[in-house]
């Protein structure tokens, strides 16, 4: 017998209502209506590029149009209602799924010892005593703050010295907290002294988290295999999600839809019965240039089966095969992503400079949509400090 089916407009729509991109960007930007738009999306990824603006600072700008730069650094440091750790990368969680994170804390313990025995230079595992001291002792540290006595390298990231790689490894394995940021360096305490409720808060067992974790993982995605709810949180393994899956199919919480991709093909996928016949509102029409490493995008394989748009960030792409720019940001306009553009902030000069604009297939750039994407530049340019957009004379390209 086939499947319910959930046709691709469908599909684009409720994906985007789930990641905060389908109503106008309006709406606070500080305190609790800036946690509403982070919990609607389960966390924001941190990335120290800044090429226009941080990786975060674009996502959520994105969906709150009034966001500045650094709106999101109080819910840390001073109202503490949340927390910077790990999923995929780097990223600030709602302080109330701290509990579940213990078993990643778990977890991690020996995983990363497993791992950096191969990656980083021995013997940090002896400084642990010597830096949990310091900050008891002392107080809140940075990781130039460590290890004074210790060789300093100029090299990447691969090249810590001791004290900073425990630094780092007391933090991924929850002895640790980030207390607060200054730039963009990150500044520790002891975990029991910046979440102290959480730190006392009982571990869930592994079932409770793995339920917790798929579930919130399906709700912000509306429909996903096994394998996309185990790597939404990256908290449970892949088995975990799958028997999860498994079960609630069983129990019949959950049902089987197929989806229909860009390119018209079905893929099998996970549902809550009630997203069956749903429908998402109609999507502004608004032009919003996302980071690239914005949730939408977050998932590049999921991408394109949905949307059609193949996406990645050409700085790893070696020449002569690089077709785009450097670094590029997704355009999205509705429901669709209608081209990637190539743009750099000078904020000494105060200019967005913008060099080039590479349209999708299909995409016609008549004058009201050329209109709603210089708008949308002169907003991103206010966002970034700049009072200025220079565009270059070429700067539209061929599909």
Sequence with gaps: ???????????????????????PP????????????????GFVQVDSINTVARAHDMILYARRQSYRPGGWAPLVARHRTHFEHWTHDAAVIP???????????????????????????????????????RIANHGPCCSA????????SNGGWWEWHPSKTALEYLWRTGALSVARREGFRKIYDLTERVFPDQHRAPQPDVAETVDWACRAALDRLGFATSGELAAFWDLVA???????CADALARGEIAEVDVVMA??????????????????PEPSQRVRILSPFDPLLRDRKRAERLFGFHYRIEVFVPEPKRRYGYYVFPVLEGDRMIGRIDMKADRSAGVLNVRAFW???????????????????????????CENVAIAADWMRAA
């Design 359 to 385: 349209p999708e297939a299909g995409a016609r750039m008549g004058a009201g949509r050329r209109a709603r994407l210089e708008a949308e530049l002169e907003r991103v340019a206010r966002m970034a400090g």
């Design 238 to 244: 892949p088995a975990e999600a799958k028997a999860w």
């Design 263 to 280: 390119d018209g093909r079905l893929r099998r996928h996970f549902a809550w019965p009630g997203t069956l016949g749903a429908e998402a």
């Design 145 to 152: 703050d460590v290890g004074e006595d210790e060789e300093r």
């Design 26 to 41: 309006h709406g606070a930007a500080k305190g609790a209506g800036l946690a509403e738009v982070i919990g609607t999306l």
């Design 95 to 133: 302080a109330a799924y701290f509990p579940h994170w213990k078993l990643r804390f778990a977890r991690d313990r020996a995983r990363l010892r497993e791992r950096w025995a191969k990656w980083r230079e021995p013997g940090y595992e002896a400084k642990f005593d010597a830096v949990l001291d």
């Design 1 to 23: 017998m086939s499947l319910p089916r959930i046709a691709n407009r469908t599909a684009r729509h409720l994906f985007l209502d789930r990641h905060g991109l389908i109503a």
